[in-house]
């Protein structure tokens, strides 16, 4: 009997934990979720909270019914791995044996990580909305904001959901226009980076569409601190951004284990080869999703490309063959733009996203990195097809790797990321 | 890709002037880099580059600020202060080496 031991029953790990249930037998294998309790949240959702669109029963599920029969669900928290003995040590004190292991623990915001910004304004004028409760806390200040500075920042890079942020902004610019508060309001963009966001074809249209509405966006901006008192985002160069309600997004990590058990990297992120996922030093450890240091999207829409991947791979694996199948580091993203329209950005590692239409070449009906009313509605029937298709593991009708088919290379740009 | 010359040397550089190939690079080099984007390098300045090179050979990729502060041991804000405005990017142009990652 072989043991299989998938860390985090979230997106990543409920989705290999179904998909290789159904490919290993019953009578060879025993396959093992770990997590600490039976919420599984539909992330993706988060952002619409503070606008009011999704109640809470929208998009939180039981663990239990989102994984298959066959698969034991174990309600409890990493203490640490010790790879080197096949062992994962659990909070109770219980100890799991693997034969193979798979991290799936995500990222985590850690508004502990910059100084200031767990004090006193904390849930009162600071808000994260990468939590389920966060975003909550967020809808109800929101709802009692009617004049002032709002300022969307993000703390550093890599973050979970890279777009989210610019869709924050996008909506509630539309939220305050549509309430006749706009002109009330300043709306500031904070970032680390030198742009809107990180690919160039991507940065110049959306730092377009935040100039559009007239949002203030402060570049290379690494925050060392909030001053609570004043009200104050401070960087590292000693630059001030005043906020009366300030949307941060705290520094992301791995998770804690991680760390402590020597799998990750400076942000507790687990080292593995970025074209099989499997971990650099030790052969039986594999991550897939938001928890490895692959240099692609924290999304889950690389977690579900990588995942497919990852399958054909461990299967491959397990039975004495060389792994053939390379990740390509496919991203898949949506970006709200309020008003009901939506963008849709498809890329890699070596792509950056383009203009065109998806999945089918020409006739979309997906347009990408343009604002449409049909990407809107792509992305809210999304959340039928992840509870109900894309969890359970059944086949979505999407090439895991990126095609070029359908994209259009401006002449400005050579398609290549120079990064 | 372009060429340009640098000290009398030809060296490969992408269009925001970075080297592409960082075997191309030595410490003269680098010292002119810096001059060009208003730098004097000091010991400071030299062990930053140093780490940034070593960490590119062992991990195949340019280090972000954490982790030149976290394993390096180079604080955020004595970075800033070395490299204003822009750290990252200028800390890897003068090292010879792609901008850093992390920002995908």
């Known amino acids: ?419 | 890709m372009t060429t340009t010359t640098i000290d009398g040397r030809t060296v490969h550089v992408n269009d925001e002037g970075f080297l592409v190939d960082p075997s191309e690079w030595d410490e003269q080099l680098a010292t002119t880099l810096a001059t060009q984007i208003g730098i004097t390098l000091t010991d400071e300045h030299w062990r930053a580059i140093r780490f940034l090179r070593d960490d590119y050979v062992a991990q195949g990729e340019t280090a972000t600020l954490r982790r030149i502060s976290t394993v390096g041991g180079i604080p955020v804000k004595t970075l800033f202060q070395l490299f204003p405005q822009k750290p990252a990017k200028k800390l890897a142009y003068v090292a010879g080496l792609p901008k850093p990652h992390g920002c995908v």
């Open chain 1, 1 to 419: 009997m072989q043991n299989l031991v998938i860390l985090g029953g979230g997106t990543a790990g409920t989705m290999i934990a179904n998909k290789l249930r159904r490919r290993l037998s019953d009578d060879d294998w025993t396959i093992t979720v770990v997590d600490r309790d039976d919420e599984h949240r539909y992330q993706p959702g988060f952002l619409f909270v503070p606008f009011e669109v999704y109640s809470h029963d929208k998009i939180v599920r039981s663990r239990q019914r989102s994984i298959t029969e066959g698969v034991a669900l174990v309600y409890d928290e990493v203490d640490r791995v010790s790879p080197d003995d096949d062992v994962v040590h659990l909070r109770s004190g219980r100890t799991l044996s693997y034969d193979y292991l798979v991290i799936a623990t995500g990222t985590t915001p850690r508004p502990d990580q910059t100084p200031g910004m767990l004090g006193p304004e904390w849930r009162h004028s600071i808000f994260d909305f990468y939590t389920l409760d966060g975003a909550e806390a967020l809808a109800t200040a929101l709802d009692s904001f009617d004049h002032g500075r709002l300022v969307v920042h993000i703390a550093e890079m890599p973050i979970k959901c890279p777009v989210a942020p610019l869709e924050f902004t996008f909506l509630a610019e539309a939220w305050l226009r549509a309430r006749g508060l706009r002109d009330r309001v300043e709306l500031a963009y904070v970032t680390p980076l030198d742009g809107a966001f990180t690919q160039p074809v991507a940065s110049a249209r959306l730092g377009h569409m935040l100039e559009e509405r007239k949002v203030d966006v402060v570049t290379d901006f690494m925050v060392e601190s909030i001053d609570p008192d004043r009200k104050v985002l401070v960087s590292y160069d000693e630059r001030e951004v005043p906020f009366d309600l300030l949307v941060t997004v705290p520094v992301n990590m791995g998770a804690d284990f991680v760390g402590r058990s020597g799998l990750g990297d400076e942000l507790q992120y687990v080292t593995v080869d970025k074209h099989t996922l499997q971990h650099t030093t030790y052969d039986n450890v594999f991550a897939v999703g938001d928890a490895s240091n692959i240099p692609a999207s924290k999304a889950g829409s690389v977690a579900h490309f990588s995942v497919e991947i990852l399958v054909r791979n461990f299967l491959e694996h397990v039975a004495g063959r060389p792994m053939t199948e390379s990740f390509d580091g496919h991203a898949n993203c949506f970006v709200e733009s309020g008003d009901d329209k939506a963008l849709l950005i498809d890329f890699n590692y070596d792509t950056e996203p383009l203009p065109g239409k998806y999945p089918i070449p020409l006739v979309g009906p997906l347009s990408l990195l343009e604002e449409t009313r049909a990407n809107h509605l792509g992305k809210l029937a999304f959340r039928h097809i992840y509870w109900n298709v894309l969890l359970p593991g059944f086949p979505v009708p999407l090439p895991a790797h990126m095609s070029m088919a359908g994209k259009r290379v401006p002449h400005t740009s050579t398609t290549s990321k120079e990064t």
